[in-house]
């Protein structure tokens, strides 16, 4: 039994933190991050929370390309205050943008410092089970983000949400949740520059740094 106990020690020791965030669920848990075509798909039923969902017809509109006043004047920065449930961009010293924001209810929103690896104008979302069960079809403006401690595979991004309209309260899986409307300016504005339906961050295009923080209030 001692021995057994030591082997069990040994194995554990063996998974470091990173190991073991890599081992952890996927934000959305069924599909993670598996299509990064950012291709609208037509005749598709959404679900979320037991209910079918339409989308607005303005989601099948391709703007990913629209530019931004302002690109160029300064670094960017992203913060996510989970306790207020807003979401702040910077350029340089200067606020750019404000919105509300939905973090994580059925799933805890990662803290930390990140960076966008990856913009996809529309991706398809699955997870959860039983009563929060979710399986979302074009989810629209989508920022993947992750860092050392918290891997691409994990599936956390920051994206537009039109299932709800309880934005300023937490309502997501982990993700961050953003007015379609909203979500379509902060993409269009981040980091790496947007270049089609899917946009990698590279060394040469960057992606935006984003910084989370606080604690949410349960509700």
Not at 27 to 54: E, H, Y
Not at 85 to 91: C, E, L, N, T, V
Request: proline share 5%.
């Amino acid at each position: 039994m001692a021995g057994f106990g030591l082997g069990l020690f040994l194995i554990v020791s063996i998974l470091t933190p990173r190991l073991l965030a890599r081992l952890a669920p996927c934000a959305n848990s069924k599909s993670c991050i598996s299509d990064l075509s950012g291709i609208f798909q037509s005749g598709k039923t959404s679900t979320f929370l037991g209910r079918s969902v339409a989308e607005p017809t303005y989601l099948a509109t391709n703007d990913s390309t629209q530019a931004v006043l302002g690109e160029n004047t300064g670094s960017k920065h992203i913060y996510i205050d989970l306790a207020a449930q807003k979401i702040y961009a910077y350029q340089g010293d200067n606020l750019v943008y404000t919105f509300p924001t939905s973090t994580g209810k059925w799933g805890k929103t990662p803290t930390g410092e990140f960076r966008i690896w990856i913009k996809l104008r529309y991706t398809r979302m699955e997870g959860g089970s039983g009563a929060d069960y979710y399986n979302l079809y074009n989810v629209p403006y989508v920022m993947f983000f992750q860092n050392d401690s918290v891997p691409a595979s994990r599936g956390f991004s920051i994206h537009g949400a039109y299932w709800h309209n309880n934005f300023g309260h937490i309502m997501s899986h982990g993700c961050i949740n953003l007015r379609p409307v909203d979500a379509g300016i902060l993409y269009n504005w981040a980091n790496p520059s947007t270049n089609g339906n899917t946009t990698h961050a590279t060394a040469d295009n960057p992606g935006t740094p984003v910084t989370i923080y606080g604690q949410p209030t349960e509700e």
